[in-house]
């Protein structure tokens, strides 16, 4: 009987032994597995941080693209008004310039005028600005749409603007109708 309870109690030390190792174990696996669901808990938050970031950055930048769409679309729907009002402008010129030369039509002129003043106030009320160009002045293929060449009247009107034959206008900063030039060859 001694060497049965003598085996007996070693089969339970060693029982007793390896289920200490497996609660030790046990423990230690829940403790690595504490640590790394909780890095995985911060490396998912870390993630969704970082979605929400880019998400809210997007955003942003979806309402400036917009807002500056709009701004444009208000622009160029303004331009092809513009654009199909400056014949007229340009008829009104000319007309008061032959009036101009008639004395018999003074008050004809004066209406003319009246008119013509109104429409190019409320015009420019609207972003219209005249280009300034004259005669004399250098020219710039970026600023200025030459007609044709002349030999130049003067050598110091080489390569400058001899005459004006169209104004340029801009709406806003934006060049709707470059000035029609002849230059000097």
């Known amino acids: 009987m001694s060497k049965k309870s ?79 009002m400056l014949p007229i402008l340009d008829d009104f010129e000319r007309a008061l310039l032959h009036i101009e030369d008639d004395k018999e039509a003074e008050e004809m002129r004066k209406g003319v005028l009246l008119i013509y003043n109104k429409l ?29 060449q002349i030999p130049a009247p003067t050598e110091d009107l080489k390569g400058k603007i001899v005459d004006v034959i169209e104004k340029g206008y801009k709406l806003g900063e934006t060049v709707i109708r470059f000035p029609k030039v002849i230059i000097g060859q």
């Open 120 to 148: 190019l106030q409320t015009l420019q009320q609207k972003g219209l600005s005249q280009l300034e160009v004259r005669a004399g002045d250098v020219f710039n293929a970026d600023h200025h749409e030459a007609i044709t």
């Open 6 to 84: 003598n085996n007996e109690t070693n089969i339970e030390e060693e029982i007793k032994s390896t289920s200490n190792q497996a609660d030790q174990e046990t423990t230690q696996d829940e403790v690595v597995e504490e640590l790394s669901v909780e890095d995985q808990l911060k490396a998912d938050l870390q993630q969704e941080k970082d979605k929400f970031l880019r998400l809210f950055a997007e955003f942003e930048n979806y309402k400036k693209r917009t807002s500056r769409e709009r701004i444009e679309l208000f622009q160029t729907a303004s331009k092809d008004v513009m654009v199909s």
